[in-house]
């Protein structure tokens, strides 16, 4: 069975609350009109994802090598 951690916090002067022992960095944080927040860790960028536009970018080069679309070779 997971854990449960429950504690009471306080916002302070400068309305903020301090998470005890994050465990991650960083947070998205949802706030609902009836008072509920919601926390969940994220991380700001995964380094061994590629974007849905560099994926496309790369399917159309592959597509313009196969059609012969491309530039003359670099002469050094």
Same mark, same amino acid.
């Given at each position: 069975?997971?854990?449960?951690?429950?504690?009471?916090?306080?916002?302070?002067?400068?309305?903020?609350?301090?998470?005890?022992?994050?465990?991650?960095?960083?947070y998205n944080v949802t706030e609902h009109e009836n008072g509920v927040i /919601?926390? *969940? #860790?994220?991380?700001?960028?995964?380094?061994?994802e590629i974007s849905e536009n560099t994926?496309?970018?790369?399917?159309?080069?592959?597509?313009?090598?196969?059609?012969?679309? /491309?530039? *003359? #070779?670099?002469?050094?």
């Open positions: 069975m997971e854990k449960v951690i429950n504690y009471n916090g306080k916002i302070d002067s400068k309305k903020r609350i301090t998470i005890r022992n994050p465990k991650y960095e960083y /919601v926390l *969940e #860790p994220r991380t700001l960028v995964n380094p061994l994926l496309k970018m790369m399917d159309e080069s592959i597509e313009n090598l196969k059609d012969g679309k /491309v530039s *003359e #070779p670099i002469k050094f």
